[in-house]
């Protein structure tokens, strides 16, 4: 293998992979970051272009384009992967500073050209310049449990590896220069550059790749949502919240951990929504969303299981503890009215009917949310906005007992 041929066949990867990138963006256009890493990747084609013309090309202009393409391929992937993990735009101090060190790159290069002529220095000029960038998106990436999002271990893994591999480079280049030049070192030193260009070339294609999975992790993690999130109120919708139901379940008969439900209905919907129109009554949902996610702690699981109604289970909470926050909730709604949720609606009162309840063992998801919406409705018939605890009919282990007795002097 000869370089000539590995360069031209990074180039015609580089392009071949643009290309690719380009039409997934075309179909794709959401996917953050994306539009960035076309760019990069299409600076990384023009760099092997460049060093197949180089020969065409006066030394200072082939240098130039060269070490830019380069420097604009790696800082262009860094701000697609900022852009993926959804981090915020880089302040413009940032930025004028990475244009005052491409600027720096440039310059040192012409100096090692036309001044100095050190063609290393160039070498190892845009190996560290590159290396940094590719650590940058590596550390940038590598971010969340690894078993929810492996894409992006995969593809910070290999943008690593390669940005190391860049600060390696001018050293295996050191050692292979011969201090006489004869055939056995020349042939070592073509051996070492081939062995750099098919890595560049290696590097493009498994980049490509990362990307493209981290596409489909995007893409997969939209559809999930869509499959689990109600996309009015933000919450789990009924399919979800009963599969994580189970599983809790699941959990608090292993660890006998005890497990609150609360199911919620809001008093006098429809009179809302015939009053103010559907579009207050969607607003009306949402307030109250936030507002009962201010009582909640980071595990408890919220979901709305059709219209007005919503649930909630407390993992690890006890009778006390429920009771505690169904009246936080029923409180907080009751004194945060709703404001300026339509033209001609100055204000809007609202109160919610809370059922609570503790997992018995034995029970099915439906059979505790059935006793749930039981101690509802008998909040309903005793005058709405309060908060009502039925006991269940085969609570074996002493305390569950407890925990309701506990509910009970709380309410």
């Given amino acids: 293998m000869h370089s000539p041929t590995l360069i031209i066949t990074a180039a015609i990867f580089a392009a071949l992979i643009t290309g690719v990138l380009y039409a997934v963006l075309c179909f794709n256009r959401d996917i953050p970051g994306l539009r960035l890493w076309v760019w990069s990747f299409f600076a990384a084609s023009l760099t092997a272009i460049n060093l197949l013309l180089s020969d065409l090309l006066p030394e200072v202009l082939s240098v130039i384009f060269a070490q830019g393409s380069i420097a604009a391929a790696t800082t262009v992937c860094w701000l697609g992967s900022r852009s993926y993990m959804g981090l915020k735009p880089l302040p413009r101090r940032w930025l004028s500073a990475i244009g005052r060190g491409v600027v720096l790159l440039l310059g040192l290069s012409i100096y090692?050209?036309?001044?100095?002529?050190i063609p290393g220095?160039?070498?190892?000029?845009?190996?560290?310049?590159?290396?940094?960038?590719?650590?940058?998106?590596a550390r940038t990436v590598a971010k969340g449990d690894i078993r929810l999002v492996p894409a992006r271990y995969l593809?910070?893994?290999i943008v690593g590896i390669h940005g190391l591999f860049l600060f390696i480079r001018p050293v295996l280049f050191k050692l292979s220069q011969p201090s006489v030049i004869d055939g056995a070192d020349s042939?070592?030193?073509?051996?070492?550059?081939?062995?750099?260009?098919?890595?560049?070339?290696?590097?493009?294609v498994a980049t490509a790749f990362g990307v493209l999975v981290l596409a489909n992790e995007h893409i997969t993690t939209a559809l999930r949502r869509l499959a689990e999130i109600d996309p009015l109120t933000q919450v789990f919708n009924r399919r979800a919240f009963l599969l994580l139901l189970d599983k809790a379940i699941s959990s608090s008969q292993r660890t006998h951990a005890l497990l609150p439900v609360l199911l919620i209905d809001l008093d006098h919907f429809k009179?809302?929504?015939?009053?103010?129109?559907?579009?207050?009554?969607?607003?009306?949902?949402?307030?109250?969303?936030q507002l009962a996610n201010r009582c909640l702690r980071k595990d408890d699981v919220m979901g709305r299981l059709g219209g007005?109604?919503?649930?909630?289970?407390?993992?690890?909470a006890d009778g006390p503890g429920a009771a505690a926050v169904a009246e936080h909730v029923r409180a907080l709604v009751e004194a945060q009215s709703l404001k300026g949720a339509v033209a001609d609606c100055a204000e809007i009162r609202l109160t919610v009917s809370i059922g609570v309840v503790l997992y018995a063992a034995g029970e099915s998801g439906d059979t505790v949310l059935h006793r749930a919406d039981e101690a509802m409705y008998l909040a309903k018939q005793h005058?709405?906005?309060?908060?009502?605890?039925?006991?269940?009919?085969?609570?074996?282990?002493?305390?569950?007992?407890?925990a309701a007795a506990g509910i009970e002097s709380c309410i």
């Fill in 112 to 117: 090692y050209t036309t001044v100095s002529l």
């Fill in 121 to 137: 220095a160039r070498f190892v000029l845009a190996s560290g310049y590159s290396g940094v960038f590719f650590l940058l998106t």
């Fill in 155 to 157: 593809f910070a893994s």
């Fill in 187 to 204: 042939a070592f030193m073509d051996l070492i550059s081939q062995f750099v260009v098919l890595e560049a070339n290696v590097a493009v």
């Fill in 271 to 289: 009179t809302i929504n015939d009053t103010w129109g559907h579009r207050a009554g969607d607003d009306v949902l949402r307030h109250f969303v």
């Fill in 308 to 316: 007005e109604e919503f649930a909630i289970f407390l993992p690890n």
């Fill in 383 to 402: 005058g709405r906005n309060r908060v009502e605890w039925l006991a269940g009919g085969d609570v074996a282990c002493a305390s569950h007992n407890k």
